[in-house]
């Protein structure tokens, strides 16, 4: 018996909701060819939440070829406007489901509540942040003399493929789709075959919002029989990825071997979060807290390497370790829940493993370091003292919520620490000093600064790594450049 195309599924608020399960092409629900299905569990309750559509080659064809009509239709050369309408559309119908989409990533990611609704402000922010950007994707006049004209423009690149993560699903597809609407390309986006539910649930909103059919294209699968026919895929001119560092690699090589597509890569991150003498302690700790235990550690900019400078450190692993034990943990629905689960057993046992290697390299467990509970999969928050740089819980990205923390002298020795990593994606600096702020910041190889704030967006400021942190940034002006191309024009002017 074939899977319904829609499934009743009562969330935990007490209200039910119509959860799509298909592949959605061309604006319409369709099962995949193969007809085969997956589950995905609530990771709080290691219970199977429904099954969905599975994609694989022959299903990615068919949505790159409703992709290229569209693109090909009126929707690359169409009215600015239009595009415009369609992003403050499908915005406001976020906020209209706000609340339902906020439960449905709970309830398939494992995240807490309290993160997923500012997943969800986040994601409608970004989308009308992309609406007040597509009439102003300018050209430029170039002045040559009176023999000829010139002019540029910039132009949408093609039909693009989008793989988002597991992590910030709801808010990663955002991050994707809102450059495409705004530029006039068309897409194919794979879920994480983990979190498919909310980007489903997203594409219903999208052809509510009066996307015309085939500029959106959103399927469920797995990398190496999903996410790879779409990296390789002749007919997609530009592939986007948010992942790990090693997965960025093999996208990037397909990318070349087919057809030199474009790529942007958003990769993974071993961050450092800098804490100077003259910080304000207060604000400091809640800045740790968010840094690397938000969204239970499974962050990419993670601040996961903690450095203390000497004169404050003792006060700082005092307060930062009450802090950590203080923070709830569990049922990701209860309202004061800060952490919920870690999105899977994969996950779950990778971070107990490296919580382990800690403990065997001879570090010092400050508190956690244990699973919670006996059901879901959770971790408590943990911190490690006296680890060496050498050590992998210092080197290795581990995605949740485990720090280690190291006491420093100067602010040269803190840069050369900072900097001493194959990632470049973010960092912390906490003073009150506006010079050290500044100085510091200018002096660490990475994407993104924080200064007295972490895991702090906002939709005008681009965000992206350096190193083998990845390739282009999201947000801001500079997301376009990834989905558009420039045209010259020289005109040769009659004498």
């Not at 239970?296 to 006060?315: H, L, M, P």
């Amino acid at each position: 018996m074939s899977l319904p195309l829609f499934v009743p599924i009562k969330l935990p608020n007490g209200t039910t909701y119509e959860q799509p399960t298909g592949l959605f092409i061309n604006n319409e629900f369709v099962q995949s060819k193969s007809k085969k299905t997956f589950g995905t569990v609530s990771p709080s309750t290691e219970e199977e939440i429904t099954q969905v559509y599975e994609a694989f080659s022959e299903d990615i064809d068919d949505a790159v070829e409703a992709a290229t009509a569209a693109f090909h239709s009126s929707w690359s050369t169409s009215d600015p406007q239009v595009r415009m309408k369609v992003l403050y559309k499908l915005a406001d119908l976020i906020d209209e489901h706000a609340d339902t989409l906020a439960h449905i990533e709970a309830l398939d990611n494992g995240k807490s509540l309290m993160c997923s609704k500012g997943d969800v402000a986040l994601t409608a922010a970004y989308f009308r942040s992309c609406a007040g950007w597509t009439d102003k994707i300018k050209g430029s006049v170039i002045e040559t003399g009176d023999t000829h004209f010139n002019y540029t423009r910039r132009e949408p690149i093609g039909v693009c493929g989008q793989i988002i993560p597991w992590n910030f699903p709801l808010l990663m597809a955002s991050w994707k789709l809102g450059p495409v609407l705004c530029t006039g390309c068309t897409t194919v986006l794979k879920t994480a075959e983990s979190t498919p539910l909310s980007a489903l649930y997203l594409a219903s909103l999208i052809k509510e919002a009066g996307a015309p059919p085939g500029v959106v294209n959103v399927v469920s699968g797995f990398g190496p029989t999903a996410g790879a026919p779409i990296s390789s895929h002749p007919k997609i001119k530009k592939v986007a990825f948010t992942g790990s560092t090693a997965t960025g690699r093999h996208i990037m090589k397909a990318a070349a071997e087919s057809n030199l597509k474009k790529v942007t890569l958003e990769l993974g991150g071993k961050s450092p979060n800098i804490v100077f003498d003259d910080a304000d302690v207060k604000s400091t700790i809640q800045h740790l807290v968010t840094g690397i235990f938000y969204n239970t550690g499974e962050v990419c900019c993670a601040g996961s390497r903690i450095y203390v400078q000497e004169g404050i450190y003792d006060k700082i692993v005092s307060e930062f370790k009450n802090a950590a034990e203080s923070l709830k943990i569990g049922d990701p629905f209860k309202e004061d829940t800060f952490m919920g689960a870690q999105t899977s057993q994969l996950q779950l046992d990778k971070i107990l493993k490296y919580i382990d290697i800690g403990k065997k390299e001879g570090a010092t467990v400050i508190t956690g370091g244990e699973r919670f509970g006996n059901k879901g999969y959770f971790i408590k928050p943990t911190i490690f003292g006296d680890v060496k740089e050498d050590h992998q819980i210092v080197r290795d990205e581990i995605f949740g919520p485990v720090v280690t923390i190291t006491k420093f002298k100067t602010v040269e020795e803190v840069i050369a620490l900072a900097n001493d990593s194959e990632y470049g994606l973010a960092a912390g600096v906490h003073t009150t000093n506006l010079s050290t702020a500044i100085s510091v910041s200018n002096k660490i190889n990475s994407g993104t600064i924080w200064v007295n704030t972490y895991n702090d967006f906002h939709p005008m400021v681009p965000f992206g790594g350096y190193s083998q942190s990845g390739i282009g940034r999201e947000m801001g002006e500079e997301a376009l450049d990834n989905y558009t191309q420039v045209k010259a024009v020289r005109i040769g002017l009659s004498q």
